[in-house]
């Protein structure tokens, strides 16, 4: 057979291949015949030789006496929304695994003879993807051009298997029209796109969020101007704009460190907020492990749930990171002391070291010092004592209710006990302790375990949270 006629035999099979619409089939055609082939866009010769196909130098070909190759069968297709033509020689068109896929250049195109391409529904070299933000299926050709695949396209492409990027993807602010692609969701890192570059993706549609994981409100020390930092913008914000993001109270930052207690704090070791407002501030002490941090952020952004933490300075040395995440959350770290004693113990002097010392080891933490938020260990203080943490400062937060969680299970504890307590102790202004770390011989981490619970009840008896950093200036 002459090598102009087995071409078209061959694209004659190949045709069932790809067929009118692109989708892959199984042909029925059996391989080329063996011998010398030449593809005309590049001037590469393949030897074909009973399973073997494979490109032969030149020198290899001058030592078989350089044989007149026949032109491969090649095909030349393209995406109906994409500029790029591919090139694609089936050495056996019943074997898939043989076939040679190659994007063109200009070059390589008007050497083979700049042949009209026909329009397929799937390429060789392409990379089927989803994003973790949306369920659609997209497509980069092998010229890098994307597309968004409807499901007819899909289909005609034969079903192509995707890659799930889950952490990864974009996100859209309810409240603003920046759009942020999301190189690690669960973390929240990420950075604005522009319009071309949402283009050159393909306009994947973006998730719509209030918030996103790390992104923080906050405010300077006596300015009313609240500004967003986030992985979408890092701007001051309108009062509406706050509004649509669920009101969060911002953190309050450069307090000066000579910063006084204003009178009506003085003297006050604050049980509950004073308001008829339904809101619950959920504070979290953390003095032992770290075991509990991580399922407790995860479940305050999930519900998008604003709390305050204690820490002691013994617990910000030995996990800084833990601390960061806090901060990172979005949440106020307050003082708890440095290593956690009685303070009606110390003298004076004790209780100004303590403060300092667990002062100084969260601000190597997280770069910033822990005024006005404090807490006494063990609840434990005098009016002498409150007068000198004042002193310092700082306001001194107890609470309304203990969940008592850190009893443990060994001690009778357990979820459905911690939750029942804190609703059932639900108030305007209630201030609700519970702790990060697991018990110290039980391992348990109720309070962890119970907060989305705690969070669901309490928003069904129509109560909102807050930060205790949003109750001073």
Request: charged share 20%; aromatic share 12%; proline share 7%.
């Amino acid at each position: 057979m002459k090598p102009r006629r087995l071409l078209t035999a061959v694209m004659a099979a190949i045709a069932l291949v790809l067929g009118s619409t692109g989708a892959v089939e199984t042909a029925k055609a059996a391989q080329i015949a063996d011998g010398y082939y030449l593809l005309e866009y590049s001037g590469v010769i393949y030897r074909v030789s009973g399973a073997s196909i494979r490109s032969i130098t030149y020198e290899e070909w001058a030592a078989a006496g350089f044989p007149a190759p026949r032109p491969a069968p090649t095909d030349y297709v393209k995406y109906s929304w994409a500029p790029t033509i591919s090139a694609v020689t089936y050495f056996d068109p019943d074997s898939s695994a043989s076939w040679l896929w190659e994007p063109l250049d200009y070059a390589s195109w008007q050497r083979a003879g700049a042949p009209a391409p026909r329009t397929v529904a799937y390429v060789g070299g392409s990379y089927f993807y989803q994003w973790g933000t949306s369920t659609q299926i997209l497509v980069e050709e092998p010229g890098k051009a994307r597309h968004v695949l409807s499901y007819p396209e899909w289909e005609a492409s034969g079903f192509q298997g995707f890659d799930r990027r889950h952490n990864e993807g974009f996100l859209k602010l309810s409240w603003t029209s920046t759009i942020a692609r999301m190189s690690d969701l669960a973390t929240g890192k990420g950075a604005p796109i522009t319009y071309d570059q949402w283009r050159e993706q393909a306009f994947p549609a973006p998730r719509v969020v209030n918030r996103v994981t790390g992104d923080q409100f906050f405010r300077e020390y006596l300015s009313s101007t609240i500004w967003y930092a986030g992985p979408t913008e890092y701007r001051p914000i309108s009062f509406a704009e706050w509004q649509s993001a669920g009101s969060p109270a911002p953190l309050v930052i450069n307090v000066p460190a000579t910063w006084g207690v204003p009178a009506q704090w003085r003297g006050v070791d604050l049980e509950r907020i004073q308001t008829n407002r339904p809101v619950v501030a959920l504070t979290f002490d953390a003095g032992a492990s770290d075991t509990g941090v991580r399922s407790i952020l995860d479940t305050l952004a999930r519900y998008d749930v604003d709390a305050t933490f204690f820490v002691t300075g013994a617990f910000a040395r030995s996990y800084p990171q833990a601390v960061r995440a806090m901060v990172a959350g979005g949440h106020p770290v307050g003082n708890h002391s440095d290593t956690h004693p009685d303070f009606t113990t110390l003298t004076n002097a004790q209780i100004a070291a303590e403060l300092t010392a667990a002062d100084g080891s969260v601000k190597a933490a997280i770069g910033r010092g822990t005024v006005p938020l404090f807490r006494f260990p063990f609840g434990a203080r005098t009016p002498a004592d409150i007068a000198v943490v004042n002193d310092a400062g700082y306001v001194a937060f107890r609470w309304t209710v203990d969940s008592l969680g850190w009893q443990g299970t060994s001690g009778g504890r357990s979820v459905p006990f911690v939750r029942d307590r804190v609703l059932a102790a639900a108030t305007p202004g209630e201030i609700v302790l519970m702790h990060v770390g697991a018990h110290p011989t039980d391992g348990s981490t109720l309070d962890a375990d119970a907060l989305p619970s705690i969070i669901e009840g309490l928003r069904a008896r129509g109560y909102e949270f807050v930060s205790l950093s949003s109750l001073v200036p």
